[in-house]
């Protein structure tokens, strides 16, 4: 073998998938070929996902690796359902449900939260037929999950109100305290503060038996009092949670609360402090197995940190760090959101290019699996970084396009964030 | 320690010229052993257990010369976490790590991450020395003053330069700048095109209308059209409310689209049109609008092999280049290098409030040996970054990126590979094909010349 010719011109990445049908046979493909994607080492500063490049003669190394890639996910899903049809045999109908979550919970670690969806249903369908409601417990909470990671806390609430009210009646304390849990998450993310107060405080009561679950509802308890700038409270009970997850081991779960951590240093400006928790956060995710999402969520605060901090370099820089995890683990909606952090960096340089990175996070919340509440909160940013390279007409549009999106997904308190950023437009 | 007796430095050391080192690690014998040796050189040492107790030692009070790191367990991702974390301190210890049994490929690439030093474990008592003498060596540093710049104003942008190369672009600008003539500049990554155009523009007839400026690679291709031209409402999904387009924003001025290779055939053929006929039509519009600027194009590509490839119209690239100007690599600018991160240190010291009044002769070295693929951006984006982690008036080696940073002393050339065995040479260069070709293994034997299967036998073996 002889070193051949030089190696072609590598193309953009926008450029390979506009070569690509956009068709169902070819997503494992297009993925892999957005994560096998590289940035030139030069510094490319409006670089976004769409820009990086992919050596043409990389692809067909790739094909074997997207054709084992799909071939092993499916082979687990037809175990999944083998297995439940087995179990629907031999009349266990609980282990069929079981199955069903499993394939359903395999097809929501890849992303596809349709199909996630679809098998959760289904699983549900079974579920309800049958004399013992646990599986039909477990399963609403699987789908409360799956709806809330999806923004549509409505029917998240709804499913995790139907597990919570079978959980009780069959006096599953377990069962209430996780429903509980979910119930608090949700109507954290909505902004419902009392509320989400007393879910949490509720599920403590039943779930004084589980270490973890304490910890779990601990800290739901120190993140919401964080947003509420409790701040004594919510150290409390972030103490609280960290000595939980402590003792039991677990490594997720202490980086959670440091993170949270982190963010409530940074709330009180102290951010110094804030960066060694953030820090210290990613320490404990070493040698735990890549945990991407958590890492990410970390990741991110601290680039919104040193964004407050007017550290902007070390902003991008940290940004730059999380964006390859994103494209690696291919995980969209994080890179979303680095993308509206990196137009908020440009902002702050007053850089009109810096749009870009606002419409690539629309573009992104746009995929396969549509995120309209994330796609709302991209607007809003994108408007104030139009309102502050004074294109008022520019702002007041994307404004009116998230509140669109926002009455359709029920965001009470985003809404009413942009109403008044629209009456401030409208001053003369 | 007999290395200490030296005139005043830079670097982290205590009042008595001894050598601040704080190591970090379980295992009781390893610390003792370490402990007794930096005692016998007078050195101090503190010891905590754990990144969370060392991170408390990192963001207090105390200055030290270096992290010594036990990785006993995923020493990979433990490095990186490491890597990660100096580089974001305050004052920027080196890092040294200590592993059972490093595979040549783990220490190529903490060389590569700038770690100071891989040592195996047991470290013994002469291997010891011998790091504490590179820290030493990499702690001194003799301060040399900042020179003094005059900028050059151009708005509100400044140019530094005093080389010859730049002053034949000087001479260019100066007798293409009174004219409309449309210029075309060559010219890599970060060499400053949109000064030279924003020069032309402001010493040009058209200096108090609107200089706007488009860069071509920066916009995704399905939004380029309605940045360049503008939009109406509604004309697609994002068209939230009408837009002027930057062409007509620099009507009267100067537009200037960089990186104009990157542009799609379609679109290159709607800008010739705007240039020959003077309109454009607004995406969504079929209303045409007169247009007058003069423009100004920048690239980093080779446009003429592009037209031969058909990736680049030669009508409108003759329209383009009606005279063309090329800007040298900061590496072909000579002393404009210091004279530059002098400029940046003190532009980013008032910006972050910090005064500066020298720089360091190890960082001057570093600068020097650098490649700078990025031209004065990524120098500017070096300067910045040393700004905000430098806590004196001197820049330093230690506020450089660390990956730059081999431990060689002052004066050698960080390049010069350390004499070494054939193994680790076979290895280095396996990683570094591997590099160039993004982890493909195919690719990487068809480059070197040998089986696919041999190539991964030695990556296992090397543990590349």
């Known amino acids: ?428 | 320690m007999t290395t200490m007796d030296r005139p005043a430095t830079l670097g982290a050391t205590a009042p008595h010229g001894q050598l601040r080192l704080l190591v970090v690690g379980r295992d009781a014998t390893v610390l003792r052993e370490l402990a007794h040796y930096a005692e016998m050189e007078s050195g101090v040492l503190e010891q905590v257990a754990d990144p969370p107790s060392a991170l408390r030692v990192l963001t207090g009070d105390v200055e030290l010369a270096a992290v010594i790191v036990l990785l006993d367990h995923d020493p990979d991702e433990q490095l990186g976490w490491w890597v990660d974390v100096l580089r974001r301190m305050p004052r920027r210890p080196r890092l040294v790590a200590l592993v059972p049994a490093p595979s040549i490929g783990f220490t190529l690439r903490a060389a590569q991450l700038g770690v100071l030093e891989v040592l195996p474990l047991p470290v013994g008592r002469e291997r010891f020395l011998d790091l504490l003498r590179r820290i030493q060596a990499a702690a001194d540093e003799v301060a040399l003053p900042l020179p003094e710049v005059t900028p050059l104003g151009i708005g509100a942008f400044q140019v530094v330069s005093q080389s010859p190369a730049m002053m034949s672009v000087f001479r260019v600008i100066a007798q293409v700048a009174p004219s409309t003539a449309t210029v075309l500049i060559y010219g890599e990554s970060g060499t400053g095109k949109e000064l030279v155009a924003r020069a032309i523009h402001e010493h040009g007839p058209r200096a108090k209308a609107a200089f706007v400026a488009v860069n071509c690679a920066a916009i995704p291709e399905n939004l380029l059209e309605s940045e360049l031209f503008g939009h109406e409402k509604g004309a697609f999904t994002g068209a939230v409310a009408r837009k002027t387009g930057r062409f007509e924003r620099a009507s009267g001025g100067t537009l200037f689209m960089d990186e104009i290779g990157d542009m799609s055939v379609a679109l290159q053929s709607k800008i010739l049109r705007a240039v020959q006929e003077r309109e454009i039509e607004r995406v969504g519009s079929t209303d045409s609008i007169p247009v007058d600027v003069r423009l100004i194009a920048a690239t980093n590509q080779d446009l003429k092999a592009l037209i031969a490839q058909g990736r680049f119209r030669e009508d409108l690239y003759y329209r383009l280049a009606v005279v063309t100007i090329a800007l040298p690599p900061l590496a072909e600018r000579g002393d404009d290098l210091l004279a530059l991160t002098a400029h940046f240190l003190r532009e980013f010291g008032q910006r972050y409030g910090k005064t500066f009044t020298g720089i360091a002769d190890r960082a001057l070295d570093l600068l020097r040996h650098h490649d700078w693929v990025g031209n004065v951006r990524e120098l500017r984006n070096v300067v910045e970054r040393a700004v905000l982690v430098a806590d004196g008036p001197v820049l330093r080696a230690e506020h450089l990126p660390e990956e730059w940073r081999t431990g060689a002393p002052a004066g050698r050339s960080p390049e010069v590979p350390a004499l070494t065995t054939l193994n680790e040479m076979e290895a280095r260069h396996i990683s570094r094909v591997l590099e160039h070709t993004a982890g493909q293994i195919g690719e990487a034997a068809r480059i070197l010349g040998v089986h696919r299967n041999t190539l991964a036998r030695k990556i296992r073996e090397y543990g590349l």
């Open chain 1, 1 to 428: 073998m002889s070193r051949g010719t030089e190696l072609p011109p590598p193309l953009r990445v926008e450029q390979a998938l506009r070569l690509l049908p956009d068709v169902d046979a070819l997503t494992p493909l297009r993925a892999l070929l957005v994560s096998r994607s590289r940035a030139r080492p030069s510094a490319e500063p409006y670089r976004t996902v769409g820009k990086r490049f992919v050596q043409t003669t990389d692809l067909a190394e790739l094909v074997p690796q997207a054709v084992a890639r799909v071939s092993e996910h499916l082979a687990a899903l037809y175990q999944a359902a083998v297995e439940a049809l087995e179990a629907d045999q031999r009349d266990d109908l609980a282990a069929a449900v079981r199955a069903l979550l499993r394939a359903g919970a395999l097809e929501e670690r890849v992303g596809r939260d349709t199909q996630a969806h679809a098998w959760y249903e289904h699983a549900l369908g079974l579920a309800e037929g049958l004399r013992d409601r646990q599986p039909e417990i477990e399963t609403l909470r699987h789908l409360g999950h799956l709806e809330a990671t999806r923004g549509r806390f409505e029917d998240a609430a709804r499913r995790y109100q139907r597990s919570l009210a079978l959980a009780e009646a069959e006096l599953d304390d377990d069962g209430t305290a996780r429903a509980c849990l979910g119930l608090g998450g949700v109507a954290q993310a909505q902004a419902r503060w009392q509320g989400a107060a007393s879910w949490y405080a509720r599920g403590l009561r039943h779930a004084e038996a589980d270490r973890g679950l304490t910890a779990d509802l601990l800290f739901g308890l120190g993140d919401l009092a964080r947003e509420r700038e409790q701040f004594d409270v919510a150290e409390d009970h972030l103490g609280r949670a960290q000595a939980a997850f402590e003792d039991i081991g677990k490594v997720d779960g202490a980086a959670r609360v440091l993170n949270a951590w982190g963010a409530l240093e940074a709330s009180r400006e102290r951010r110094a402090e804030a960066l060694r928790r953030y820090h210290e956060g990613l320490a404990r995710l070493q040698g735990a197995g890549r945990n991407a999402q958590l890492e990410m969520a970390i990741r991110l605060n601290l680039a919104r940190l040193y964004l407050d901090w007017q550290r902007l370099p070390d902003a991008e820089d940290e940004i730059r760090v999380a964006e390859e995890i994103a494209i690696v683990y291919n995980l969209t909606r994080q890179l979303a959101r680095l993308y509206v952090v990196l137009g908020m960096v440009r902002g702050q340089q007053r850089d009109e290019t810096g749009f870009v990175f606002f419409e690539k996070a629309i573009e992104l919340c746009r995929g396969d699996e549509p995120l309209p509440r994330l796609e709302a909160e991209v607007y809003v940013e994108y408007a104030l970084f139009r309102k502050a390279l004074g294109e008022p007409d520019e702002a007041r549009g994307y404004l009116e396009r998230a509140r669109e999106i926002l009455e359709v997904v029920h965001h009470g308190a985003l809404l009413a964030r942009v109403d008044a950023e629209l009456a401030q437009l409208a001053l003369p």
